[in-house]
């Protein structure tokens, strides 16, 4: 459950970023992006598989990883560029908590989005636990 909300805050803090700072068009490109990864990640889990064992797997994972988060760090004076850009335009007024729950639709939002992903959680979990106790050779 923490890498869970970790990964999720992560995720949020990112679009909130892009969300802020970019066109909806760049916020487009990294959803597609994301897409792209997890068509990606489960053919070099099946690759890995094929070569070698599941070890070597997470390690080409870990490795595009660390690739990706070295590409970060070397764009982080690009960030700040836009940072400057962003301060001589328009600012708009941050909202709370309670005013973003008095817009209509918000609060069925909320809960469809926790629904959808209570019910995601639950079928990933019940699927792997099925597996395991009622089919042979399955780890």
Same mark, same amino acid.
């Given at each position: 459950?923490p890498?869970?909300?970790?990964?999720?805050s992560i995720d949020a803090?990112?679009?909130?970023?892009?969300? /802020?700072n970019?066109? *909806?068009? =760049?916020?487009n490109?990294?959803?597609c992006f994301?897409?792209?990864?997890?068509?990606?990640? *489960?053919?070099?889990?099946?690759?890995?598989l094929?070569?070698a064992n599941w070890?070597?797997?997470y390690l080409w994972?870990?490795?595009l990883?660390?690739?990706i988060?070295? =590409?970060?760090?070397i764009?982080l *004076?690009l960030w700040?560029?836009?940072?400057?850009a962003n =301060?001589?335009?328009?600012?708009?007024?941050? =909202?709370?908590?309670?005013s973003?729950?008095k817009?209509p639709?918000?609060?069925?939002?909320l809960?469809?989005f926790?629904?959808?992903y209570a019910g995601e959680?639950?079928?990933?979990?019940?699927? /792997?636990s099925?597996?395991?106790?009622t089919?042979?050779n399955?780890?």
């Amino acid at each position: 459950m923490p890498y869970g909300l970790g990964a999720e805050s992560i995720d949020a803090a990112l679009n909130y970023y892009v969300a /802020s700072n970019y066109s *909806p068009r =760049v916020m487009n490109f990294l959803h597609c992006f994301y897409g792209v990864g997890a068509i990606i990640s *489960p053919n070099i889990m099946a690759f890995a598989l094929l070569k070698a064992n599941w070890h070597t797997g997470y390690l080409w994972t870990a490795i595009l990883q660390g690739f990706i988060l070295f =590409v970060c760090i070397i764009s982080l *004076p690009l960030w700040k560029v836009n940072e400057k850009a962003n =301060v001589d335009s328009e600012t708009s007024e941050s =909202v709370g908590i309670m005013s973003s729950l008095k817009v209509p639709g918000v609060i069925f939002t909320l809960f469809t989005f926790f629904s959808y992903y209570a019910g995601e959680a639950t079928y990933f979990l019940w699927t /792997s636990s099925y597996f395991a106790g009622t089919k042979r050779n399955i780890n």
